[in-house]
């Protein structure tokens, strides 16, 4: 029976070790029971690990919330299993977005919801063009140097016209189109502009 639970454990590694994640520290008070989170020395919060290195352990919490319920009503649905996988992914999705939109305010809410349409619009135009719009950008920007200009101010406004001319012009990667086009094509098409 032990050697049996030792080779279970093995096959179903936890999510720390399939992750390599860390358990978030917390400091109880001893006099009042009250328990708060420990930051690194500084107090400052690591954003790496806030934003992104907890996705597992979330994944994991949200499996646990919602796996059953979508499971069962993926099941009543149909008999098709593309039809299972598409449904519980659209499902899946849908309930992680509406999660997000809940959680913070509603005028944040609504910035975030824009930002998400066109961060979303942009991954699918980079997929369909095979290239990434965010590296090609970030290689137009870089021909401007900070040494060509007297001020910091001047060496921003001219980051920012460069960055926002190059949005509009037809680039190569987009058979001659535009990003900016091409973007607001791909929201037009989910209809994420209305």
Known sequence: MVARKKVK????????????????????????????????????????????????????????????????????????????KHLAFLMTANSVIDMIMECI??????????????????????????????????KAVAIVKREDYQTDDDYARAVEAIDDHWWSISQPQLDMRNANDAILEMLAKYKLNE
């Open 105 to 138: 305010p509603e005028d944040m809410a609504l910035e975030l919801s824009y930002a998400l349409d066109h961060t979303i619009a942009l991954a699918l135009v980079n997929k369909k063009y095979d290239c990434d719009l965010l590296e090609e950008e970030k």
């Open 9 to 84: 454990q093995e096959e179903n590694p936890s999510i720390d070790e399939m992750f390599k994640t860390v358990e978030p520290k917390v400091k109880v008070d001893p006099d009042t029971g009250l328990i708060e989170q420990v930051f690194e020395e500084d107090e400052k919060v690591d954003l790496e690990k806030q934003l992104w290195d907890k996705n597992p352990r979330r994944s994991q919490a949200l499996l646990d919330l919602w796996y059953d319920e979508l499971h069962n009503a993926v099941e009543k649905e149909t008999d098709s299993e593309d039809g299972k």
